[in-house]
Every structure is written in C-alpha cells, then in structure tokens.
C-alpha cells in the first residue's frame, strides 16, 4: 500500500506553546488529509478533513483557531497546536488518500504530551 | 449519524485458539469497513478492507466478513499466536472519513 509518514513520532512540550505535526504521503499525491485524536483507551475521532489548497472543514467541537491545519501541498499537511495545555496531550494521527483511489492510508501517529 | 460498536471490549486467550471479533455500526450506508490493528502507542496497520458490494475478505490467518444489511462484520483469527496481542479497531466509511470503533484488546497467552 501506499506510504503516509508523520513527524513526529513523539513530542513533549510546555504549556502554553504550540507544537507542528507533518503529514506526508510519500509516493501519491493526497487531495484528502484526516486528522484523528485518539485519548488513552478511547477510539479515534476525526477532528477535521482538509482538501488540498482549502480550508480544512472542522468537526464538532474542535477549535479551529487552536488547531490549525495547512494542506498547501499534494503531499504534505500540517496540524499545529497553538497555547498547547495539558488537556491536549493525546495521540494525534493523519490519514490521506488520492483523487482515484477511495483507499486512505495512516500516518504513524504522534504522541503529544503537554506538561 | 453512524455510529460503531465492538465487542467484547477485551479478550485474553491461551495461544492457539480460534477467535471472532465483532462489529456493528448502525447506518448501512458505507463505503467500505476496515479493520486495523493497533499497538500500543503506535499507529494503525490495516488488517483487511472489505467493499460495501462484497461479503469477506481473507488474509492469511485472517478472515472478516461484512453483512451490511444487518450492520455487522465479524473478524475471524485462526490458531492465534502471542504476536497477535494488539488492539484491533473496525473503521466504516460513510463518506470520505472513517467512523471508528472503541477496539477490542486481545492479549494472546503463550
């Protein structure tokens, strides 16, 4: 299958600061980025879509001026943290997937923890 | 809005049983389902993908089969091994994005 690298694998950072994950589809071309938040022993949530070259589209309850997603390229988006607090400390993970396929591949997740 | 379910939550077996995962989401308006394994701390490795128009798929020691008119799909280990110890999510596709489920950690004992 195809390959979506996330960066990175693990970070820890103080409160109040904010903190850039990145997405990478390695070897297509993804027009559609997922980001899903995953706290401990609770499934994954999608927090926002986000189409190449667009403003992401938000769910429910997620702050989009605290977390902010960029999808300037067909192979890369990122998801910052802003004022990062402790509550926010979670497992953070990308999914992409391309204009022809409906198949979306996984990022390797990020573990945020905000101290 | 759709909604997925997993049971059991939990699951220990000795090492070399068969087991059945299950899965029930309440819209039969999917795409496709998948199951995905995670470890902990890690991300997610897809198991298996199996289309709205099909009824199983098998890989190896594993098996998933999908009754979307009932809203259920089951996953299927034969002869399970210590390394198949993991949480293994059921995901539906309603549109673009995946619905998940809660998992069902299994721990093989050798």
């Known amino acids: ?115 | 809005k759709q909604e997925v379910t997993q049971i059991p939550a939990a699951l220990s077996v000795p090492e070399g049983e068969n087991l059945v995962l299950n899965c029930s989401f309440t819209d039969s308006a999917i795409y496709n389902l998948q199951w995905f394994r995670q470890d902990p701390g890690k991300g997610l490795t897809s198991l298996l993908l199996i289309q709205s128009s099909q009824r199983e798929q098998t890989s190896g020691r594993l098996n998933a089969s999908l009754d979307k008119s009932s809203g259920r799909s089951t996953l299927y280990i034969a002869a399970s091994q210590p390394g198949d110890s993991a949480t293994y999510l059921c995901a539906v596709r309603p549109g673009q994005n995946f619905v998940f489920g809660p998992g069902t950690r299994l721990s093989v004992l050798p």
């Open chain 1, 1 to 115: 299958g195809a390959v979506v690298s996330q960066h990175p694998s693990w970070v820890i950072c103080k409160s109040g600061t904010s903190v850039k994950i990145e997405c990478r589809s390695l070897d297509f071309q993804a027009t559609t980025m997922f980001w899903y938040r995953q706290f401990p022993k609770q499934s994954l949530m999608l927090m926002a879509t986000s189409n190449e070259g667009s403003k992401a589209t938000y769910e429910q309850g997620v702050e989009k001026d605290k977390f902010l997603i960029n999808h300037a390229s067909l192979t890369l988006s990122t998801l910052t943290v802003t004022s990062a607090h402790p509550e926010d400390s979670s497992f953070y993970i990308c999914s992409a997937r391309g204009e022809v396929s409906i198949e979306a591949f996984f990022g390797q997740g990020t573990r945020l923890t905000v101290v």
